[in-house]
């Protein structure tokens, strides 16, 4: 517990920083403590029972796995991706590493609309893994000149995501980049106010998804209704200017703080914009269950910091307890799970896919 506290009040330092070029604002440290607390009990124990069959080889992705369905998915939370590794930017070269790694491990990008939707096409024996950027800083997306013609600068994250796809097509190009559009630089939309709108439908044409993050990184949990709405209501409609009829349908919240009214997260309205955010992901907390898993709250999905010991606790525990992490089956239309865990199954939200419990 405590060094979950402790990294939570070490993510509100890195805000802070972060937030202070966005606007002053003070800290909500104690109901971030709080929210961690609560969730701290949700990280499974590692006691769990395991399947003895399943521990004969537990380091080859190339072990086959059996269809695990309501198994957790891992959500990795990125932020600045650069030359260097520091606690909230992740270097060029881990992040490459990490790619690989999945890779290996068997994980596969998909989307949060996938994610959302219960839509989730992988090849049988793969598992999901959702790669989610935050505060749109210029490594994630930096355009450079060459010949007058602006380019994909290699070294940033979505070219080297591009190059792993071109790599492996099976890592397909999902991530999702939550902006700010009126942060001050380097995030407002990924820092060279020239490409803003190129950006953006740039990656809304590659397949990337593009989520609300509020206007400049405000805390929901400081403001009334109004400014709660005009936050997340404004950002929608900076993104659909630049991409058009673009639908946002997931927030990240700064700072994990929730507006005092929940309901204004989810759905909004400022001055006849509205927004509707299907799925809220928080700063921290773990693994998330299946979208098919009763246990799924679409409105408070943990999220993995990388880099953190978070990340490599969960690679190594997935690793060593192959029965709880997601595993396709390979059927978009079916739902494979061990019979043990059936009663996880949301069958009510999910009526229309074939069951096969074994
Ligand atoms: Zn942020």
């Not at 380019?151 to 790599?167: G, H, R, T, W, Y």
């Not at 005092?260 to 955010?277: C, E, R, W």
Request: charged residues 20%; proline residues 6%.
């Amino acid at each position: 517990m405590k060094v979950i506290l402790s990294k939570v009040i070490a993510f509100y330092v890195l805000c802070l920083s972060v937030a202070t070029a966005f606007s002053g604002m003070t800290v909500m440290l104690v109901q971030a403590q709080n929210r961690m607390a609560s969730r701290a009990s949700s990280t499974p124990s590692l006691e769990l029972k395991i399947q003895p069959s399943k521990l004969t080889d537990s380091s080859s992705a190339t072990q086959a796995l059996r269809p695990n369905e309501v198994g957790k998915v891992l959500i990795l939370e990125y932020h600045l991706i650069q030359p260097e590794e520091t606690r909230w930017g992740r270097s060029l070269e881990n992040f490459k590493k990490d790619l690989e790694r999945l890779y290996q491990d068997g994980y596969r990008p998909i989307s949060m609309a996938e994610y959302i939707d219960g839509k989730i096409d992988l090849s049988a024996g793969t598992k999901p893994v959702i790669l989610t950027f935050d505060d749109s800083s210029p490594g994630q997306l930096r355009y450079l000149l060459t010949n007058g013609k602006p380019e994909i600068d290699p070294q940033c994250a979505v070219a080297m995501l591009l190059d792993f796809n071109q790599k492996h097509p099976d890592f397909r190009n999902k991530a999702i980049f939550f902006v700010l559009p009126e942060a001050k630089q380097p995030h407002k939309l990924f820092g060279q106010p020239e490409f803003e709108s190129e950006k953006l439908r740039q990656l809304a044409a590659l397949g990337f998804e593009i989520g609300n993050h509020t206007l400049w990184h405000a805390n929901l949990g400081k403001y009334d209704a109004t400014t709660v709405q005009k936050q997340l209501a404004e950002s929608v409609a900076a993104i659909q200017k630049m991409v058009s009829g673009y639908k946002v349908r997931v927030l990240a919240l700064p700072f994990g703080v929730y507006p005092k009214d929940l309901n204004l997260a989810v759905t909004g309205s400022y001055k006849g914009i509205s927004y509707h955010n299907e799925a809220i992901l928080e700063v921290a907390g773990g693994a998330a269950p299946s979208p098919f898993s009763s246990a799924c709250n679409l409105t408070h999905l943990p999220r993995i910091q990388v880099p953190s010991s978070d990340f490599q606790y969960w690679l190594k525990y997935f690793d060593k307890h192959p029965d709880e992490v997601f595993v396709s089956d390979g059927k978009v239309d079916t739902i494979s799970l061990p019979l043990a865990s059936k009663s996880r199954f949301n069958s009510a939200k999910f009526k229309s896919l074939k069951l096969d419990a074994y």
